[in-house]
C-alpha cells in the first residue's frame, strides 16, 4: 500500500511538471515544480544579498531622483547631451508559452475593474508597475513611472470615488523574485491625470514586548497582500501585510527582526486621502498568534486576503497564514470591524501549517453573504464555502481539490456569481491555479464548485487572479504569468490583451550581436529565451526559464551564429546549457544541450547537433542562473561556472575544468577580448580569483574587496590589465570600504585594487559594462536603474533619463551602433546612445597656402550643420607656436552629401611649414567629426536618427525648445533651440540617408 502510494505521487508530479511552463520540456521529469522555485528563489536572494534593509533601497533611491534633477538642471552633466532611454520590448513576445502560441507579458499580480464603467481596469504587475486602459484593455497606459518601486501586489479602487485608486507595492505571491514593496500609493484621479501620492508608510508608535518604546513603518520590509477601502469613506483602507521575504525560501530583511521591520497583519489606515506625512496608521489584533513584538499583543502574522461583507463593512473576513491551531492560522471574523477597537473570532482553523487563501464573496438579500475561499491546504489546494456571512464553513468541496497543484503559496485565482436561484449549490465558480490536468488554469463550475469544466486554452501558466465584470458576466479577466487576458464568453475561450504598450517582460540575461545592432537574446521569467533580429522582431525561441545568453563574436549576419543559452542547473540533477549554430535552429526544442544530466547521453538528433556530456560533473555545486562567457578565437572559447570554471575550444562539446573547485558555487567569469589567457571569476562566498598565463588553479586576488556575493567581473575590452568587480547585496554605507565597484589595474604584475564608487548608492550592482571605443566610460546596472562614469570609474551618475526604478539584470554594448542595452527584471529591454567620442584623427602634412581635405567619419551623422561653415584647428604646434587656422571654407555642402573642407593657412614668419599636424574638425555648433576612411553623410535635419526627415522630426524638436538645451536640436548652430530650427527641419522633411 505504501508503495503503490508512493508511485501515485510520483506520477501526480512528472504530470504537473510535464505542463510547468517554467521547466523546460526537455527536463520536466527531473525536477517538481516545487524545488523548481526554490532554486530560482535562491539564486535571486543571492543578487539581492538577503538579508537585507529595505530602508536602504529607499535611500538609493532618493539619491538617484536627487541626481538625477542635478543632471537635468540648466548646467548640468556640464552642458552635455543627456542620452534617453529607449524601450525595445518585447511588448509583447508573440509567440507566448500558450495553446495557440498567443502574445504574452511578464507576470501580472493585480486587477481592478470601475465599479461605474468597466471599461476603466488597472493592472498591477510583478515589477512592471500600474498600467490604466480606458477602452476595456484595447489600449494600456503605465501609471507608475515615477514611483520608487514598480513591484505590486494588490489595487483597490475606493468604491464611493472610483478616481481613487490603492496601490499595494510589494508583490505578495512568495516567488523567487517576488520583491518587496516601499508602502503604499494613493494615485488620484486615476481615469484621467493620475497623480502620485506617496509612498505611504506611516510611523507607528508602540512598545515592544521587553517594555521598550519603538518606532517603526507599518510596511517597511513588507508586501502588501490585499487592500479594502470603505464603501463610503475612502480615507478610510485596509491593508493587509504579509510576510516580507524578497523571494520565495529567502531570509527575511534585517535577518527577520522586529523592528525595523513592520509586523506582518492588519493595519487600518485613517486620513489616507490626505498627504502621505499626514496618514495615521493603527495596527489591528486579527489574531495573538506569532507574539511577543508589542504591547497589547497585535499578532504577526502573514494576512493574504479579507473580504467585506457587501452590504456592512463592519462585518469582516479575514485569513490568516499561520499553523493550524486555534487562535493561529485560518479565518477570522468581525462585526465591528470600524470600531476603534475590533474584535475578531476565528470562525475556522486551517488543517495545513502555512497556508494561504484567497477570498471570494457575494450577496443575494435579503439572505447573508455568500463566501467561497481557495486555500492550499492539501498542499495542492482545496475549496471551501461559507453560505452565512463567514460565521461557519463547509467541508472541502470536492470540485476544487488539487486545484493549484503544489504551488498555492505562488498562483491562486477565485471568483464567484450568484447561479439562477438562491441556493449555493447552482452558484457559478471560477477558479484556477497552476496548469491545466491534474491541477486548474482555469475552471469553471456551475454547480458551487461540485465539479469543474476546464476552459483555459489560449491563457499561460500560473494564475495570479481572475475577475468577473459585475456588469457584463460573461467578461472575465485572467492574470498570470504571461501577463493579461480577457473572455467576452464566460471564459469559454480567450484573448491576449498584451499589447505593444505592456512592457513587463522580466529579464535574466542579455547578449548583443557583434555587427547587427538590432540583434539581441535573453533568457526570461517563465515566458522562455527571447531573440530579437535584424529587424528588430521578437521571437520567442526555447521553452521554460531563460538565465544566461550569448553570441559568438566572430559572426557577421544573422544567419551563420552560434548561440548559447542556460537553462535551471541543479546539483546531481541538471548542469550545462543550450546551444545552436545557425538562427535557423533556434527554435524550441531544437537546442542541443551540452553539459551533464542524471541517466544515459540523449541520442537524438535535434536541428543541428545532439546532447553532448562534455566533462562537467553532475556533482558540482551550482547556481540556478549558472554564469556563462565568451573569450577570443574562432569560434569563441566557452566558459561556464559551477564548482570550478570550465572551457571549451569547440562551442561546448568539451569542457575540462581550468580553475580549482570549490563547495561554493562560481558566480561571475570575466575573459579578456585581447587574450584568452586573461581570466577573472568569482564565487558565491565573495572569493575572486585570476590569471593572466591561463594557469591552474588560478591565483587569489589580494584582500581588499569585501567578502560579499560577487554579481559581476568585467575585462576592460581594450586594456587585459585592468578588470573590474562588482558587488551584490546592500552594505549600510557608501564609504570607499563599502564600495559596490572595485578597479584593478597591473594585473600581470601586482594587482592594485581601488574602490571606485563616488556617486554611486548603497545598491546591488548585478550588471557592468566598459566602452570598448574609450575604456574610461563605464556604466553599472543596479537594482534601481543604470549608472555610468566618464572617468574611469573616478565619479558616476544616473545615466540618461526615462528609465523607470526597476532591477537591471544583464548589460551589454553594442560596438558598431554604440548602442548601450541592457535587461531589465520587468520592464523588458531598452537602449542608450553612448557617450560622443572624441575625435580620432589622422596626420596630415599642412602647407602655407590653400589646403583641401576631405571630411571622413562614419556612415551617417545627425550632427547639427551650418551647410556652408565648419572650424579646423590643430593640436600640434608649427615652430613652437601653437595655431589656430582661420579663414577656413567648405565646399559641396548642400543639405546633404559629402563635404570637402578648405583651409588656408598664413605663412609664419619664420618658415618650417612642412610640420605633420592633427587637425581637429567640428562643425560650427561645436560637435566633433572624426577623421578616418569613409565619407561622412549629412541628413540634416534627422533628429531622432532613424535615416529619414519626416513629422515626427518636426515634433520632436518642437519639444526640445521648452526642455534644456540640446546641442542636437540647434540645427543652425546658434545656441539657441527655437522656431528657426523647426522651420530648418520641416523644409528638410522628405530627405532620406543619403
Not at 495545513?352 to 447573508?368: H, I, L, V
Not at 565597484?741 to 601586482?750: A, D, H
Not at 574611469?792 to 542595452?821: C, D, H, N
Request: hydrophobic content about 40%; overall charge neutral; glycine content about 12%.
Amino acid at each position: 500500500m505504501k508503495k503503490s502510494l508512493a508511485i501515485t505521487i510520483v506520477l501526480s508530479s512528472f504530470v504537473l511538471a510535464q505542463d510547468d511552463a517554467d521547466i523546460p520540456a526537455k527536463f520536466r521529469t527531473r525536477i517538481t515544480p516545487e524545488a523548481y522555485h526554490q532554486l530560482r528563489a535562491n539564486y535571486l536572494n543571492l543578487l539581492r544579498g538577503l538579508p537585507a534593509d529595505p530602508a536602504l533601497r529607499n535611500a538609493a533611491v532618493r539619491m538617484r531622483n536627487q541626481q538625477l534633477n542635478a543632471l537635468r538642471a540648466p548646467g548640468g552633466n556640464a552642458g552635455a547631451p543627456i542620452p534617453a532611454w529607449t524601450a525595445i520590448g518585447p511588448s509583447p513576445i508573440p509567440n507566448g508559452q500558450v495553446v495557440g502560441g498567443l502574445a504574452v507579458s511578464g507576470r501580472v499580480t493585480a486587477f481592478a475593474i470601475d465599479p461605474g464603467n468597466s471599461n476603466k481596469v488597472y493592472l498591477g504587475t510583478a515589477q512592471g508597475g500600474v498600467y490604466r486602459s480606458v477602452d476595456g484593455g484595447t489600449n494600456w497606459t503605465q501609471l507608475f513611472d515615477t514611483a520608487s518601486t514598480s513591484a505590486i501586489g494588490s489595487l483597490a479602487l475606493a468604491p464611493s470615488n472610483p478616481t481613487i485608486l490603492y496601490v499595494g507595492t510589494g508583490e505578495a505571491n512568495g516567488s523567487a523574485d517576488s520583491y518587496a514593496g516601499v508602502g503604499m500609493y494613493r494615485i488620484d484621479n486615476c481615469d484621467t491625470t493620475a497623480t502620485l501620492v506617496g509612498p505611504i508608510n506611516p510611523i507607528r508608535n508602540y512598545t515592544n514586548g521587553g517594555g521598550t518604546p519603538v518606532s517603526a513603518g507599518v510596511f517597511t520590509g513588507r508586501s502588501i497582500s490585499s487592500i479594502l477601502v470603505h464603501p463610503t469613506d475612502p480615507s478610510i483602507v485596509l491593508a493587509g501585510i504579509a510576510g516580507g521575504v524578497i523571494g520565495i525560501g529567502g531570509e527575511a530583511p534585517f535577518g527577520g527582526t522586529i523592528p525595523p521591520l513592520g509586523m506582518r497583519g492588519l493595519v487600518r489606515l485613517t486620513n489616507a486621502t490626505a498627504a502621505a506625512g499626514s496618514v495615521v496608521a493603527q495596527k489591528l489584533a486579527v489574531t495573538t498568534a506569532g507574539a511577543g513584538f508589542d504591547l497589547p499583543n497585535t499578532g504577526n502574522r502573514n494576512v493574504n486576503s479579507m473580504v467585506f461583507d457587501p452590504v456592512d463593512p463592519n462585518i469582516l473576513t479575514v485569513w490568516i497564514n499561520g499553523n493550524a491551531a486555534a487562535g493561529d492560522g485560518g479565518i477570522y471574523r468581525s462585526t465591528n470591524a470600524q470600531a476603534a477597537d475590533p474584535v475578531f473570532t476565528q470562525v475556522f482553523t486551517t488543517t495545513a501549517n502555512g497556508a494561504r487563501g484567497e477570498f471570494a464573496a457575494y450577496m443575494e438579500s435579503p439572505n447573508p453573504a455568500v463566501i467561497y475561499v481557495a486555500t492550499s491546504e492539501g498542499s495542492t489546494g482545496r475549496l471551501r464555502r461559507s453560505v452565512d456571512g463567514g460565521v461557519t464553513w463547509s467541508a472541502t468541496i470536492a470540485g476544487g481539490n488539487g486545484f493549484c497543484g503544489g504551488q498555492c503559496f505562488y498562483n491562486i485565482g477565485l471568483d464567484v456569481l450568484p447561479g439562477p436561484t438562491t441556493a449555493a449549490t447552482d452558484d457559478i465558480v471560477v477558479l484556477g491555479g497552476n496548469v491545466p490536468g491534474t491541477s486548474k488554469l482555469f475552471g469553471r463550475s456551475t454547480n458551487g464548485g461540485t465539479s469543474f469544466t476546464e476552459s483555459s486554452a489560449g491563457l499561460h501558466a500560473d494564475t495570479h487572479f481572475i475577475k468577473i465584470d459585475r456588469a457584463n458576466n460573461n467578461v472575465i479577466w485572467h492574470g498570470n504569468d504571461g501577463g493579461v487576458f480577457k473572455s467576452i464568453n464566460g471564459g469559454t475561450t480567450w484573448a491576449s490583451l498584451n499589447n505593444g504598450q505592456i512592457n513587463t517582460v522580466q529579464f535574466s540575461g542579455l547578449a548583443v550581436h557583434p555587427t547587427l545592432a538590432n540583434w539581441a537574446i535573453g533568457g526570461t521569467q517563465d515566458n522562455g529565451t527571447n531573440l530579437r533580429n535584424a529587424a528588430g522582431t521578437w521571437n520567442r525561441v526555447d521553452f521554460g526559464d531563460g538565465g544566461y545568453a550569448l553570441i559568438d563574436r566572430n559572426a557577421t549576419n544573422g544567419t551563420n551564429v552560434t548561440l548559447y543559452h542556460t537553462y535551471f542547473n541543479q546539483q546531481n540533477n541538471l548542469i550545462g546549457f543550450g546551444r545552436v549554430l545557425s538562427s535557423a535552429c533556434a527554435s524550441d526544442g531544437q537546442w542541443a544541450f551540452k553539459g551533464i544530466y542524471g541517466g544515459s547521453v540523449d541520442p537524438t538528433p535535434y536541428c543541428d547537433s545532439s546532447d553532448t556530456f562534455n566533462g562537467i560533473p553532475l556533482s558540482d555545486p551550482v547556481l540556478f542562473y549558472a554564469p556563462m562567457e565568451v573569450g577570443p578565437g574562432n569560434p569563441n572559447t566557452v566558459y561556464f561556472g559551477a564548482g570550478a570554471v570550465y572551457r571549451s575550444v569547440d562551442r561546448g562539446e568539451n569542457m575540462p575544468a581550468v580553475s580549482q573547485s570549490s563547495t561554493s558555487p562560481v558566480s561571475t567569469i570575466a575573459v579578456s577580448p585581447q587574450d584568452d589567457n586573461y581570466r577573472i571569476f568569482g564565487r558565491v562566498n565573495g572569493t575572486v580569483f585570476y590569471t593572466t598565463t591561463g594557469a591552474n588553479p588560478m591565483t587569489a586576488l589580494p584582500a581588499g574587496i569585501p567578502a560579499r556575493y560577487i554579481a559581476r567581473a568585467k575585462f576592460d575590452p581594450s586594456n587585459k590589465e585592468t578588470a573590474y568587480i562588482a558587488l551584490g547585496g546592500y552594505f549600510g554605507g557608501t564609504s570607499a570600504a563599502q564600495s559596490h565597484v572595485w578597479k584593478i589595474t597591473n594585473l600581470s604584475t601586482s594587482p592594485v585594487i581601488t574602490a571606485i564608487n563616488t556617486g554611486l548608492p548603497d545598491v546591488p550592482v548585478n550588471a557592468f559594462a566598459v566602452d570598448p571605443a574609450n575604456g574610461n566610460n563605464l556604466f553599472a546596472g543596479t537594482d534601481i536603474g543604470v549608472y555610468g562614469s566618464t572617468d574611469g570609474g573616478a565619479s558616476w551618475a544616473p545615466y540618461g533619463t526615462g528609465l523607470p526604478v526597476v532591477a537591471v539584470f544583464g548589460m551589454e554594448i553594442q560596438p558598431t551602433a554604440r548602442i548601450l542595452r541592457i535587461a531589465t527584471h520587468g520592464r523588458g529591454m531598452w537602449d542608450a546612445s553612448l557617450p560622443e567620442l572624441p575625435p580620432t584623427v589622422s596626420s596630415v602634412r599642412v602647407l602655407f597656402g590653400t589646403q583641401n581635405y576631405l571630411l571622413t567619419g562614419s556612415t551617417r551623422t545627425r550632427l547639427p550643420w551650418r551647410p556652408n561653415g565648419l572650424r579646423a584647428g590643430f593640436s600640434t604646434a608649427v615652430n613652437a607656436v601653437q595655431t589656430d587656422l582661420t579663414g577656413v571654407s567648405t565646399t559641396g555642402i548642400s543639405g546633404s552629401g559629402t563635404a570637402t573642407v578648405t583651409w588656408s593657412v598664413a605663412p609664419l614668419a619664420n618658415g618650417n611649414y612642412t610640420a605633420a599636424l592633427q587637425p581637429t574638425i567640428t562643425s560650427l555648433a561645436g560637435m566633433p567629426l572624426a577623421l578616418t576612411n569613409q565619407a561622412i553623410r549629412i541628413l540634416y535635419g534627422d533628429y531622432n536618427d532613424d535615416g529619414v526627415v519626416n513629422s515626427q522630426d518636426v515634433v520632436l524638436v518642437n519639444q526640445q525648445r521648452s526642455l534644456p538645451y540640446s546641442i542636437l536640436a540647434d540645427m543652425d548652430g546658434n545656441g539657441a533651440v527655437d522656431i528657426a530650427d523647426v522651420n530648418i527641419v520641416r523644409s528638410q522633411i522628405g530627405q532620406t540617408n543619403p
